[in-house]
């Protein structure tokens, strides 16, 4: 795929989502489509660090959570638009990314992968016991009436860019999407991503070779965590309501693995690709068996594809390609 | 042009290295030897910085490398092979080499020459090129060996060091590296650092040999030297 198709794609499924929220009328659309949509970012930021340097974090619900509380924060004390919260949640998570990645990256992979569930048991009990964003018990994020951006209306009954908060909400991740994945085929096809490769198959070699691994590794754990932090950023508008438990599930650090492990690590191809199937069934699944039952399916399909596919749908689809020839 | 003073390195309890002491000359071709487990590739770990936490200075055109971690000192110019070859295994033959170009070697050290024209002149001179654009798992152990050496040339450096790059070749690809590698250094002057245990090959590259043995540099002279002194062939043969 050339450059030029690719950005031409890109632009042409945004407007497609842009008109999706006034042509579609049944809200559950959005609902469903908000809900893949993030989990395909997390799973494309997981896939930066996890994929392209083959550091494993167990830790994306902390970054996922310290977004989402550092917006309410932005919220209670600078009554912040949703668009800064989001901004507000991906620098934090930036933040402590480099901070976690600072301190544990000089270290060798299992230090850093615990390192990160570490980080997640602390934030998350940090939160339980600030009284000032909701403690345990949580805090509501009321929607502002009529937000304006540039002087045009953005929600609203009449004349406003989106009749409701959900489709609003819908678009932005899309777009968060959309970028996420135009900064991916940055990563992947830059002399950045090639060093991340190098050092993803020898640290030891790659530093020898010239490669600044320490600082690729500070970057790739930056942007992943700043990634997570954005989609944490927006959870709480989405909600309407943020607990620390829903905050920092580990279910989400769970998926934010599962989706490019099944899908395929080497490109962006496979976070999103696993995250379109696994997101969908998981919404099937909610919506005629249980919510229960989502995390089983994950992990049903991760075991699958660890055992007889470990390069991922995309490994497949590649070898099928292959025998075709 | 690369001094090293009281290089010291000891692994808990077990010394490695105590107290080496060694000048390089700029083109100049060094043979090292030492029985196993006598230091050789800790000495070069502690010169390409892998190893950084020993005793004493390694010293590069004036400039004390102590500070600094194995990338930078890649970029100034020393790169070493690994024993154990260390390719990267998720590229073909040519983006191995193209990693040291693009990381290490300075613009002004192409010459003009892109990167991929430079790769394809490694790759040309060690005859890999039947399988330039082969992932690196098509490898037979003999290519793998030679990749590794291509991929330290690739970094243009002022000092090559190869960590025992011949181990399991025939006698006719020795001749075919030794070669190479003499003529690179008549060529371009860099200075060649071969740890080796085909005597042969060390002996009739080398300008100057030291051997090492449990960590000290027990001979250090010409090559008919170093192999005449009773040390030296108490260490290799015992008693
Ligand atoms: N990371 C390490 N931790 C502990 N001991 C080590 C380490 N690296 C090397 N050693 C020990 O240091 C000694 C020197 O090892 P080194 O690899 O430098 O020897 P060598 O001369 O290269 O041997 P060979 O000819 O077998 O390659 C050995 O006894 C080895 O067991
Ligand atoms: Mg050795």
Known sequence: MSRNRFYIIIGALLVLSYLATHFVDNQYYFFAGFAILQLMVMALAWNILGGYVGYVNFGSAAFFGLGAYSAIVALNLFDASLFAQIITGGCFAALIGFGTGYLTLRLRGVYFAIATLALLVVSETLIVNWEFVGGAAGTYV?????????????????????????????????????????????????????????????????????????????????????????????????????????????????????????????????PVLGAVVLGTLQQIATVTISSEVNLLIVGLFLVAFVIFAPSGFLGLIEKYWKRGD | MLEIKNLSKNFGGFTALSDILLNVEPGERLGLIGPNGSGKTTLINCISGLIQDYQGEVYFNGENLNSLVAHKRARRGISRSF???????????????????????????????????????????????????????????????????????????????????????????????LKILITLNETTRITIIMIEHIMRAVMSFSERVICLDAGRIIANGTPDEVIKTPAVEKAYLGE
Do not use: H
């Open chain 1, 142 to 270: 009321l929607p502002k009436k009529n937000p304006t951006i540039l002087g045009v209306l953005v929600v609203g009954k009449q004349n406003a860019l989106f009749d409701n908060y959900k489709e609003l909400l819908f678009f932005l991740m899309c777009l968060i999407a959309l970028a996420t994945i135009i900064i991916c085929s940055l990563v992947e096809n830059s002399k950045l991503g090639r060093g991340l490769a190098a050092l993803r198959d020898s640290e030891e070699a790659a530093e020898s070779m010239g490669v600044p691994t320490l600082r690729l590794k500070l970057f790739a754990t930056t942007l992943s965590a700043s990634i997570m932090g954005v989609t944490g950023g927006i959870f709480p508008y989405y909600m309407t309501f943020i607990d620390p438990l829903s905050a920092f599930n580990l279910d989400i650090s769970v998926n934010a693995l599962a989706m490019p492990l099944i899908g395929g690590t080497a490109t962006w191809l496979g």
């Open chain 2, 83 to 177: 024993q154990i070859p260390k390719p990267f295994t998720s590229m073909t033959v040519r983006q191995n080499l193209l990693i040291p170009l693009e990381y290490a070697v300075r613009a002004d050290d192409l010459q003009g020459i892109s990167i991929e024209e430079q790769a394809d002149k490694i790759i040309d001179d060690l005859d890999l090129n039947e399988k330039s654009n082969q992932l690196t798992s098509g490898l037979t152990q003999i290519e793998m060996r030679k990749l590794e050496l291509a991929r330290a040339m690739a970094v243009k450096p002022k000092v090559l060091i190869s960590d025992e790059a011949m181990a399991g070749l025939s006698s006719s690809e020795v001749d075919d590296i």
